[in-house]
């Protein structure tokens, strides 16, 4: 008895001695919300009340009392710590139990022993409570346990031993426990992931611990022992220093004047076709925006019908580029009757299940062997849930009315290079369109206040001319704002103004920038030029890994000495503004980056580039952003070469 209470003080005053020792060290870092880990420990069991009947078969003649052990305790462990002041600990292990009972004599005058083997399997959920917010902690909680052994080993002078198993004993124990603990860190502070080792003690009273259903056995346990936990740290800042501010950030101001010469180009336009098909929701009918045509009309459908210029200016650009795109199925389907062999498989996608998906392709199949006579046999039908290439990905949370929108569809499929083109993974074969078309942007002055949407409440724009006249615009909340040459010159041929930004900043201070910039009137001239269009599928800028070889091959060999190219990149409106800005750069630039190498290669000197990402900017996104066909054209890059 007394070498176990020397054992056992000893693993407690060694477990609070580091306790102590470390309380008044400072973390580098704060706790992780989540940390994960493993613990062992002692188990210093004392054993009190009575046992005399050990199973149904044996009833020792005199009676056991007092006892202690030392058993093992081992878990797997999970903390939850959402503040630094408190948390939650779930254990789930191994808890040994056993002990020897203090000896007894029969009335044989024969010395008796009983030693015991009683384990559990235990949950034990705790409530972590520390008072400064430190290292330090409390904790209490509950305990369930479920019996794993029940064994004992009886011994008496003159007598057999026996070894078997308690009769009686409960299967579940209900009880509580409180403790205390401290994490000591041991990884570099700088460290993303952090590990600690945790000594801890905790006091187990009786209460609930009657191991068997009959007589009074009890235990009572002190735990001590180590936990060893990680998880991903989030920096801390110690108390006694400020936390670091960051520098004001200066909210920089620019103008643009517009181009002096107004240039409109005769573009030849290679257009992407989307392999897709929208539907709206609740319907698996087609919807009536596409251009459907009766038998008749189909016999004389011909794709070069496409070509014609429809308007002569950038604004219009959208209308012309749907107008192509809502042939899809008479183009598909003029296609294969001019290549019977070619086949195609129809995907159908619906969030309502495969049946409706199988529906929507099913609806295409009839229009093509109906309209156009296709055999049935050259179209396959499946339906999903998701198409191949969903938008809403697994997880996400926002604009999902947008995204399930464009995965509601019938994805076109075919291995037929007469009717696919591998352009971003199956595209369809594009489409030639001749039209003249002139930037608006060109007529603009465009003003760019430097992280406007970060800094600013709000901004106005004052344009005042040589006679002192001013004319005020705004508020403006976004980086990039742009006004019309014309309507600030009004009747004027030219003119030059000051300009002056005002801005009032989140903190409630004003903010001034001035400028100045000079217009005239516009002269016109007409360039010839091509035009190409990239498409991207939902967030992912992956020009290089799709495009690489069409911009290689196709468009790269089109640039001369002394070219001109325009690349710019948007995106559609889903996401903040400020990842769509970037995400339109990215593209744009690695569309540039491509066929810079590429015109290097073939020897072409003198070629500029002129590479902007214009994000989901509506004043100058190509399309609209209500339908779902429009918000996948609109995550493009179009690339312009002029010619010397």
């Given at each position: 008895?007394?070498?176990?209470?020397?054992?056992?003080?000893?693993?407690?005053?060694?477990?609070?001695?580091?306790?102590?020792?470390?309380?008044?060290?400072?973390?580098?870092?704060?706790?992780?919300?989540?940390?994960?880990?493993?613990?062992g420990?002692?188990?210093?069991?004392?054993?009190?009340?009575?046992?005399?009947?050990?199973?149904?078969?044996?009833?020792?003649?005199?009676?056991?009392?007092?006892?202690?052990?030392?058993r093992?305790?081992?878990?797997?462990?999970?903390?939850?710590?959402?503040?630094?002041?408190?948390?939650?600990?779930?254990?789930?292990?191994?808890?040994?139990?056993?002990?020897?009972?203090?000896?007894?004599?029969?009335?044989?005058?024969?010395?008796?022993?009983?030693?015991?083997?009683?384990?559990?399997?235990?949950?034990?959920?705790?409530?972590?409570?520390?008072?400064?917010?430190?290292?330090?902690?409390?904790?209490?909680?509950?305990?369930v346990?479920?019996?794993?052994?029940?064994?004992?080993?009886?011994?008496?002078?003159?007598?057999?031993?026996?070894?078997?198993?308690?009769?009686?004993?409960?299967?579940?124990?209900?009880?509580?426990?409180?403790?205390?603990?401290?994490?000591?860190?041991?990884?570099?502070?700088e460290?993303?992931?952090?590990?600690?080792?945790?000594?801890?003690v905790?006091?187990?009273?009786?209460?609930?611990?009657?191991?068997?259903?009959?007589?009074?056995?009890?235990?009572?346990?002190?735990?001590?022992?180590?936990?060893?936990?990680?998880g991903?740290?989030?920096?801390?800042?110690?108390?006694?220093?400020?936390?670091?501010?960051?520098?004001?950030?200066?909210?920089?101001?620019?103008?643009?004047?517009?181009?002096?010469?107004?240039?409109?180009?005769?573009?030849?336009?290679?257009?992407?076709?989307?392999?897709?098909?929208?539907?709206?929701?609740?319907s698996?009918?087609?919807?009536?925006?596409?251009?459907?045509?009766?038998?008749?009309?189909?016999?004389?459908?011909?794709?070069?019908?496409?070509?014609?210029e429809?308007?002569?200016?950038?604004?219009?650009?959208?209308?012309?580029?749907?107008?192509?795109?809502?042939?899809?199925?008479?183009?598909?389907?003029?296609?294969?009757k001019?290549?019977?062999?070619?086949?195609?498989?129809?995907?159908?996608?619906?969030?309502a299940?495969?049946?409706?998906?199988?529906?929507?392709?099913?609806?295409?199949?009839?229009?093509?062997?109906?309209?156009?006579?296709?055999?049935?046999?050259?179209?396959?039908?499946?339906?999903?849930?998701?198409p191949?290439?969903?938008?809403e990905?697994?997880?996400?949370?926002?604009?999902?009315?947008?995204?399930?929108?464009?995965?509601?569809?019938?994805d076109?499929?075919?291995?037929?290079?007469?009717?696919?083109?591998?352009?971003?993974?199956?595209?369809?074969?594009?489409?030639?369109?001749?039209?003249?078309?002139?930037?608006?942007?060109?007529?603009?002055?465009?003003?760019?206040?430097?992280?406007?949407?970060?800094?600013?409440?709000?901004?106005?724009?004052?344009?005042?001319?040589?006679?002192?006249?001013?004319?005020?615009?705004?508020?403006?909340?976004?980086?990039?704002?742009?006004?019309?040459?014309?309507?600030?010159l009004?009747?004027?041929?030219?003119?030059?103004?000051?300009?002056?930004?005002?801005?009032?900043?989140?903190?409630?201070?004003?903010?001034?920038?001035?400028?100045?910039?000079?217009?005239?009137?516009?002269?016109?001239?007409?360039?010839?030029?091509n035009?190409?269009?990239?498409?991207?599928?939902?967030?992912?800028?992956?020009?290089?890994?799709?495009?690489?070889?069409?911009?290689?091959?196709?468009?790269?060999?089109?640039?001369?000495?002394?070219?001109?190219?325009?690349?710019?990149?948007?995106t559609?409106?889903?996401g903040?503004?400020?990842?769509?800005n970037?995400?339109?750069?990215?593209?744009?630039?690695?569309?540039?980056?491509?066929?810079?190498?590429?015109?290097?290669?073939?020897?072409?000197?003198?070629v500029?580039?002129?590479?902007?990402?214009?994000?989901?900017?509506?004043?100058?996104?190509p399309?609209?952003?209500?339908?779902?066909?429009?918000?996948?054209?609109n995550?493009t890059?179009i690339?312009?070469?002029?010619?010397?």
């Amino acid at each position: 008895m007394l070498s176990i209470y020397k054992n056992l003080n000893k693993v407690l005053i060694c477990s609070l001695a580091i306790v102590f020792i470390t309380a008044n060290a400072s973390a580098q870092t704060e706790k992780p919300k989540w940390s994960f880990g493993v613990s062992g420990a002692a188990n210093g069991n004392f054993f009190d009340g009575t046992t005399q009947r050990l199973s149904t078969s044996l009833i020792v003649p005199t009676a056991f009392h007092k006892g202690k052990g030392i058993r093992p305790f081992g878990s797997i462990l999970a903390e939850y710590q959402p503040s630094s002041k408190w948390g939650i600990a779930l254990n789930f292990g191994y808890d040994g139990r056993g002990g020897k009972f203090d000896g007894v004599i029969a009335p044989c005058n024969c010395p008796a022993d009983l030693k015991t083997n009683v384990s559990y399997l235990t949950v034990e959920p705790s409530l972590k409570f520390s008072p400064g917010g430190g290292n330090f902690y409390l904790f209490a909680g509950p305990r369930v346990a479920m019996n794993l052994q029940k064994d004992f080993n009886y011994t008496q002078l003159k007598q057999p031993n026996t070894n078997a198993e308690f009769s009686e004993v409960r299967k579940t124990l209900i009880s509580g426990q409180v403790g205390i603990g401290y994490d000591i860190p041991v990884s570099a502070p700088e460290s993303n992931t952090r590990f600690v080792i945790s000594p801890f003690v905790s006091y187990h009273p009786y209460f609930g611990q009657d191991v068997r259903e009959i007589e009074s056995w009890s235990i009572t346990t002190i735990r001590a022992g180590v936990a060893l936990k990680f998880g991903k740290a989030r920096k801390a800042v110690r108390a006694s220093e400020p936390a670091p501010v960051a520098p004001l950030q200066e909210v920089s101001f620019s103008v643009r004047a517009p181009k002096e010469i107004l240039v409109k180009h005769a573009v030849s336009e290679t257009l992407p076709l989307l392999n897709y098909v929208f539907f709206d929701e609740g319907s698996t009918a087609l919807p009536d925006r596409y251009t459907l045509l009766s038998k008749n009309q189909a016999v004389d459908f011909k794709e070069v019908q496409l070509q014609n210029e429809v308007v002569a200016d950038m604004a219009g650009r959208s209308g012309r580029q749907l107008s192509v795109y809502y042939n899809i199925l008479n183009i598909v389907g003029a296609r294969m009757k001019a290549n019977p062999e070619i086949s195609i498989t129809l995907s159908g996608a619906s969030k309502a299940g495969p049946e409706e998906g199988r529906k929507f392709a099913a609806a295409v199949k009839n229009y093509l062997t109906t309209v156009f006579e296709i055999p049935a046999s050259k179209i396959a039908i499946n339906g999903r849930t998701k198409p191949v290439d969903p938008s809403e990905q697994p997880g996400g949370t926002k604009e999902l009315e947008l995204l399930r929108a464009g995965d509601r569809r019938v994805d076109i499929q075919s291995t037929s290079d007469k009717l696919m083109m591998e352009v971003g993974g199956g595209m369809m074969k594009p489409v030639q369109i001749n039209t003249t078309q002139a930037d608006p942007m060109d007529s603009h002055v465009v003003f760019n206040v430097n992280s406007a949407t970060e800094l600013l409440k709000s901004y106005t724009i004052d344009l005042t001319d040589q006679q002192g006249q001013v004319q005020r615009f705004g508020p403006f909340t976004k980086n990039q704002e742009s006004i019309a040459a014309k309507s600030i010159l009004g009747t004027n041929e030219k003119g030059v103004y000051k300009v002056v930004m005002l801005g009032e900043t989140k903190l409630g201070t004003m903010t001034q920038k001035e400028s100045s910039v000079q217009l005239q009137s516009q002269q016109e001239i007409l360039q010839t030029g091509n035009r190409y269009s990239v498409l991207f599928n939902f967030n992912k800028a992956n020009t290089a890994a799709a495009y690489e070889q069409f911009l290689t091959e196709v468009v790269a060999p089109l640039i001369s000495n002394g070219s001109t190219i325009t690349i710019r990149g948007y995106t559609d409106i889903i996401g903040s503004e400020d990842y769509n800005n970037k995400l339109s750069q990215k593209r744009a630039q690695q569309a540039q980056q491509i066929l810079e190498q590429a015109s290097a290669k073939a020897g072409r000197s003198n070629v500029s580039f002129e590479t902007l990402g214009s994000g989901e900017d509506s004043a100058s996104a190509p399309f609209n952003n209500n339908l779902p066909e429009e918000r996948f054209y609109n995550r493009t890059v179009i690339i312009d070469i002029v010619s010397k």
